[in-house]
């Protein structure tokens, strides 16, 4: 029978919680907590992101469009005033709304991760995955096979690791390359003469192909981008080259493993995912397709996590480097063929090409995969609007006046959709900039007949150790907004917690007042006083990067 009074009870759960939240707990009850299972618990955020990018649930209701979005304003150091008790009720149903909402809105990889548990219980294997984040599902899904395949326990590998401080690079380069153009041998000459620390990523070094310049690293190859459109006449087309799951396939294809492992069920493993795969993508079968593409690309970065049963630099960098080469090799062969690189990134090539000449690129290409035993899957454009290297904007060969726009790829400032957890810019500017490139439409009209709201939106994320002020009132600290003629400063600040000065003064938003937003309403888009003339600023921006007329609003309509 419970003797404690509800005052005592709070003081002991809040005790608790400070002690979570602080890593301050004693062993001893961290050991006891950890290992009980009294009941199955399901983290929504832990299960979508990794603990270095989760988000707390204020960012996630702003990325969802949640209708509130409220922060408590009490003391959580105090005890609720029971004139503030409805307050605190409604604030926390808010909270639980939202996230019943957000996982509905994940439902499909909750059902993931319990059809994966109740394979693995049929099998035998206890699986624990509700709350692992993609990588991490996809490790524990690698470790059930090798123990199935090898007939190990946890406990025979989950100490293994093959660290590694020196490492001649010599060992570890494929034997089948050959470069004719002089950066490249020169590159590849270089490399087979370093031995480095394998976790020292400082390694840069920088050549020119067909005149687009490239930076190959330890742990990529990108090329480097100006702003550009490109817009082939009838003669020309753009293509996009990709190798098909590139990482995953040197280990299938190439027998690359953590030394410590075993080589044979490690490889077969990744040989039997990507077969299963393609299978399952066949009958159309979603779940086994999502399970096995998450444990296929889950695995690279555990390479180089010394707490994980998979840690090899040797690998890993055997992996990393042996693609940016074949990445090279399939650069000089496209230059050799006489097409106009555009950008090159980790996996894949885009470039322009003559007509005329595409039958001779696809024979260089298939060359290059018999060598490499890799495989290159094709995308045709009609456009591309290149702002950066991650920021690009591409319309693919099919599009027609019917605006239909699956065909039409976007990346970076051109994307005009949210995702959940990853921030949220405001949409009308990457509408603007489509409907500008891709179907003529002036960014100034788009922008102005816009009567979504919504789209106007933006929020920034503010470090916990800030506090922000709006028109000179301090308020909460996460906030949705919009900028606006008739709004007040936003600005983020240090308050010291015994005299109250606030400094360090931050505007998040320096060319405009902005209008607070955290409740979504039915508003008439006329009485929000939206500040026009910022959003089209920011298309401006873009638009005089290439070279386009800066966009202007007519005096009449102010």
């Known amino acids: 029978m419970l003797e404690s009074s509800a005052e005592e009870v709070c003081t002991e759960l809040k005790s608790l919680n400070d002690m979570i939240i602080g890593n301050s707990m004693p062993a001893e009850l961290r050991k006891e907590l950890r290992y009980a299972k009294t009941f199955a618990t399901l983290d929504v955020l832990a299960m979508m992101f990794s603990s270095k990018n989760r988000v707390g649930l204020k960012e996630m209701q702003i990325t969802m469009g949640w209708k509130l979005v409220r922060e408590y304003e009490g003391d959580f150091n105090a005890n609720v005033p029971l004139s503030d008790i409805d307050n605190v009720i409604s604030y926390n149903r808010n909270d639980v709304e939202s996230t019943a909402r957000l996982l509905e809105l994940k439902k499909e990889d909750v059902e993931l991760r319990v059809a994966i548990e ?16 993609g990588s991490n599902l996809g490790m524990e899904i690698i470790k059930m096979r090798y123990l199935k395949r090898t007939g190990q326990k946890w406990n025979d590998i989950k100490d293994l690791r093959s660290p590694c401080d020196s490492l001649a690079l010599k060992d570890i380069i494929f034997d089948f390359f050959e470069f004719e153009l002089p950066q490249l041998k020169e590159l590849l000459s270089e490399l087979k003469s370093l031995t480095i620390n394998p976790n020292d990523n400082s390694f840069r070094r920088s050549f020119t192909i067909g005149g687009l310049e490239h930076t190959f690293s330890l742990g990529g190859l990108h090329s480097v981008n100006t702003t550009q459109a490109f817009e082939p006449k009838e003669d020309l087309v753009l293509i996009d080259k990709d190798v098909t799951s590139l990482y995953p396939s040197i280990v299938i294809e190439h027998g690359v493993c953590p030394e410590h492992l075993n080589k044979e069920a490690f490889v077969g493993i990744f040989s039997d995912m990507r077969k299963e795969r393609v299978e399952a993508k066949h009958n159309g079968d979603k779940i086994t397709n999502e399970t096995l593409k998450l444990a296929l690309n889950g695995f690279t970065g555990n390479l ?14 055997t992996i990393r480097i042996n693609g940016q080469l074949m990445l090279c090799m399939l650069l000089e062969r496209l230059e050799k063929a006489g097409v106009t690189l555009i950008q090159s990134n980790t996996d894949g090539v885009f470039f322009m090409c003559e007509k005329s000449k595409i039958d001779h690129v696809n024979e260089l290409c298939h060359e290059w995969e018999s060598i490499t035993k890799l495989n290159l899957e094709d995308d045709y454009f009609e456009r591309m609007y290149q702002y950066a290297i991650n920021d690009y904007l591409g319309v693919k060969k099919g599009w027609s006046e019917t605006h239909d726009y699956k065909y039409i790829k976007t990346k970076g400032l051109f994307i005009d ?17 489509r409907e500008y490139f891709v179907n003529g439409i002036p960014a100034e009209e788009t922008i102005k007949e816009c009567k979504d709201i919504t789209k106007f ?18 308020t909460t600290r996460i906030n949705r907004y919009y900028m606006s003629t008739d709004g007040k400063p936003l600005k983020k600040c240090v308050v010291n917690p015994e005299t109250g000065e606030r400094t360090g003064y931050v505007s998040i938003c320096a060319d405009s007042n902005v209008t607070i937003f955290n409740e979504l309403k039915d508003i008439d888009i006329k ?14 921006k873009i638009l005089k990067s290439f070279g ?9 309509l102010f």
Do not use: C, R
Not at 548 to 556: D, I, L, Q
């Open 118 to 133: 109740d394979q693995g219980n049929k099998e035998g294997n206890w699986m624990s995955v509700l709350n692992k984040d």
């Open 304 to 317: 180089q996590q010394q707490f994980s049963w998979v840690y090899s630099p040797k690998a890993a960098l």
């Open 417 to 433: 959709e949210v995702t959940l957890g990853k921030g949220m810019s405001p949409l009308i500017i990457a509408e603007a900039l």
């Open 457 to 474: 939106l933006t929020y920034q994320k503010i470090s916990p150790k800030f506090s922000v002020e709006y028109g000179g009132e301090l």
């Open 527 to 540: 009485d929000a006083h939206i500040n026009y003339n910022w959003y089209l600023q920011e298309v401006n």
């Open 548 to 556: 386009e007329k800066e966009a202007s609003f007519p005096t009449s």
